[in-house]
Nanobody
């Protein structure tokens, strides 16, 4: 059974930083591509993939976050982090981790609110 637990969200002013963490109970974690997704307010049917990272640590980013977000993973601890810098109001969303391609199981997500 897959279990994903996200943490680290909160409120921050524009230009600020947050670091999200995901603890993933996935049997094949070390061989899985892991990703962070987000669901913006009013877009309940859309979860945008913002970054993913391969098993060996090669990252890839959506254009909207490239240069501001950094994804990392710890295969020994089944953790995936997302360091978010220079946050903008449009980054406000619920953030989730999952595999890429995504699986049906989702965690509760962690809310990130960027506002002044």
């Amino acid at each position: 059974q897959v279990q994903l637990v996200e943490s680290g969200g909160g409120w921050v002013q524009p230009g600020g930083s947050l670091k999200l963490s995901c603890a993933a109970s996935i049997s094949d974690f070390s061989s899985s591509i892991m990703a962070w997704y987000r669901q913006a307010p009013g877009k309940e049917r859309e979860r945008e993939r913002v970054a993913f990272i391969g098993p060996a640590g090669t990252p890839s980013y959506a254009g909207s976050v490239k240069g501001r977000f950094t994804i990392s993973r710890d295969n020994a601890r089944n953790l995936v982090d997302l360091q978010m810098n220079s946050l903008k109001s449009e980054d406000t969303a619920i953030y989730y981790c999952n595999t890429f391609p995504r699986r049906d199981d989702w965690g509760q997500g962690t809310q990130v609110t960027v506002s002044s």
